[in-house]
Every structure is written in structure tokens, then in C-alpha cells.
């Protein structure tokens, strides 16, 4: 009979792969759902290894604390060239900067709370819909989301990209 602690050992490594393996399905729709741009893939490879984009995707940083962020990554074992880190730190500030619009028919829950200040259910009711009927054009479009409300839309129209 094997000992319990190898037992337990042996279930957690098989949890561990069934996680990881389950994860790179998720890291690649998650990547396919960042805005193109130069230096999209370094992110892919560099961030979605340890997170997913919503970790990222609400945030509206600048170019240093951006920098800041990213050599937090490489401090906790993020693997990457200095070429790779820098090509990071230029997408995310391109695209997720103080002045970065919202790219609503990619955007997940988190980025339309809290970038738009719509409310848990508003941001699952413009996922729902875009999922249901396709991509948004412009931001009238949005209006036809029920449950949604018109005023923060109109008022988010600004920050948000198609």
C-alpha cells in the first residue's frame, strides 16, 4: 500500500495538469480578445503564462507605472527578453494608458465596470448581447441592450472604441 502523502501528492499533480491544461484554452481566447497591436504577442506569451487579461484590462496606467507593473512580473518569475518586456510594457500603455479607449467588443466584465461604470449586471447584459448578436459598430448600438442604462453609455461614448 503507498503511503498517504504520495497518494495526495499524486491527485494534486493531476489537478495541477488538468488546470494547466484546461488554462491554455482559456490563455489563447483571452489573447485573441486583445486589441492588435505591436507587441500584442509578447503580451500573450509574457502575461496570460501566470493571469488572465482582466488582471490588466481594467486598469488605465501610465507608461512608468506600467514599467513599474511589468518588472513586478519578472520579480515574481516572469520569463522574458529585455526586447519582449519593453514591446509589454509599450502594448499595455497604448492600449490599456490613462488616455486608451475601450475596445467594448472585446472588453471583459471587469474592464466595462470599471471603465465604463456599468454595474456587474449592465457589463454581463452587454456581454450577453454582443455574444448573442455580434459585434457592436458604435455606441448607439449599446442602446439596444436591455437592461442597460442609456445615460452611462451616452456619457462612456467617448472612451470606447469599436
Sequence with gaps: MKAPWILAAAGA???AAGALSGAAGTSD??????????????VAKVCLTCHGTAHYRRLRLS???WSDRVANMVDQGA????EELDAVVDYLTQNFGPQSKVW???????ELKS???????????????????GDFQEWRDLLKVPEVDGKKIEEGKERMAF
Excluded: F, M
Design 13 to 15: 499533480l493531476a489537478w
Design 29 to 42: 481566447e483571452e489573447a485573441r480578445r486583445l486589441p492588435a497591436g505591436q507587441g500584442k504577442d509578447a
Design 63 to 65: 507608461h512608468d507605472d
Design 79 to 82: 520569463q522574458a527578453t529585455p
Design 104 to 110: 467594448v467588443n472585446t472588453a471583459p466584465l471587469v
Design 115 to 133: 471603465v465604463l461604470g456599468l454595474s456587474v449586471e449592465e457589463a454581463r447584459a452587454v456581454i450577453a448581447y454582443r455574444e448573442k448578436k
